[in-house]
């Protein structure tokens, strides 16, 4: 599945983030540092209680010393507040889009295609966004593409375990598979005449593309579209994270007010 | 109007963010450093256009050595892109709420009260969304929040320069006077019954409370408001930009399809 080089130990920390994937995903834990002394409240607990049931070893530590791991995105991060618990953890695994696409569903699927969204904290924050309106996947194109790294993680208070990431070696013959499987194409454009609340989401499985920021979605993908939309702004273009939000919730404002 | 602490020297960098603040608000400009024998591209060009117009004194110079300066949030950013502009601004200054609240306006405004948001990325890019959905204001509480530094400026492409921010002794007694001066009040409130887009942001004068990630609105305020309104997620709450951008939206979406 994965390349060597993002098989690396990883690590993640703060209560909620460590919860939310030992809750969803035991398995990718491999150790668990508590710090030294801490008092533990419920989230701790929680952690504490599942670590065990699932044989995860436990080592109470000074925190301090992982702050010398933790240079990410080649920033070195100083004075990061651990909130007293820290995971090593396997990555996140990347699912298959043929699996994903076979897979018989009983309701209409909602994906979000990400065009070259470098930025961690947009990655993290789109995904959190993704879960929380039930949205069925992510596909992300195998290169111009951030790796699922801490920030991610963290930025997705863990959201990354509840939802099937997909990396595909092509973004416009995925997008042809799609097509040619009945799903519909809606490219954010800012060039577009239509508004994203003009078109309709319901009664269809459909794929949201956005792109990087300054460049936007490549043309090859504009062109194979069914639908192009942008959010009416009278500023620059919304931030990648905020504008996912913004046409993800009309997509589920309308379904669910059908 | 400001207290000393924040009148220290400020400095902002990138294309964007200084093409942005020298073409709104050039006063706030003391001087431009472009780095030592840069290539001007079209928005360099117009920065140092600008500048030649405005009488700011420009200088070349090897940026790299301003990033000690740097070290903002307690983080220390190593490798910042300075995409070969700095430029050193007086702070970003705030409005007074009787001047704003008293202006008059042919149309119904649109406000957003922050209660205790203090991550910077989360306040730049809500400043973003507001200043790309012509949003009125923004009010912040003097305590517990976001100072404007240079990562909210940053973060929200110099949208600082376009919407009047507020500071507030008190937010409740501002929301007193609003709901006086016959504004509605509506607050985010995860525990509401009652879906952002099922109430009416048509025809009223209205201000959004979006509270601190964790915590919320404070009890006070909901207790306050006309409205509680949760956006629905079926995993944690939304990141605070990330909400904002959602129910801004859905109130621009309204207002266009009277």
Not at 24 to 50: M, V
Not at 55 to 63: A, G
Not at 77 to 83: G, S, V
């Amino acid at each position: 599945m994965e390349s060597s080089s993002e098989s690396i130990r990883n690590y993640i920390w703060g209560k909620n983030t460590v919860l939310e994937t030992i809750s969803q995903n035991p398995k990718r834990i491999n150790k668990i540092f508590f710090s030294d002394g801490i008092n533990f409240d419920n989230k701790l607990k929680k952690i504490k209680e599942l670590a065990q049931k699932n044989s995860i070893f436990i080592q109470f530590t000074n925190l301090n010393k992982f702050n010398k791991y933790f240079e990410i995105d080649k920033k070195k991060l100083t004075n990061i507040n651990f909130q007293g618990v820290i995971a090593s953890v396997s990555p996140v695994e990347y699912q298959d889009f043929e699996t994903f696409l076979n897979k018989k569903s009983d309701k209409y699927r909602k994906i979000v295609i990400l065009d070259g969204v470098a930025d961690p904290h947009n990655f993290g924050a789109i995904i959190r966004t993704l879960v929380a309106a039930s949205y069925d996947a992510v596909i992300i194109p195998k290169h111009r593409s951030c790796p699922i790294n801490a920030t991610v993680e963290k930025t997705s208070c863990g959201a990354v375990n509840h939802i099937p990431i997909i990396k595909a070696n092509s973004l416009p013959s995925i997008v042809d598979t799609l097509k040619k499987n009945d799903w519909w194409i809606i490219a954010a454009d800012g060039q577009s005449n239509d508004n994203y609340f003009e078109i309709s989401y319901k009664d269809m499985n459909f794929a949201i593309i956005l792109g990087a920021e300054g460049e936007g979605v490549s043309k090859t993908l504009l062109n194979k579209a069914d639908f192009k939309i942008k959010i009416p702004s009278s500023f620059e273009s919304l931030n990648v994270s905020a504008a996912c939000a913004v046409i993800v919730y009309e997509s589920i404002r309308q379904i669910h007010q059908m």
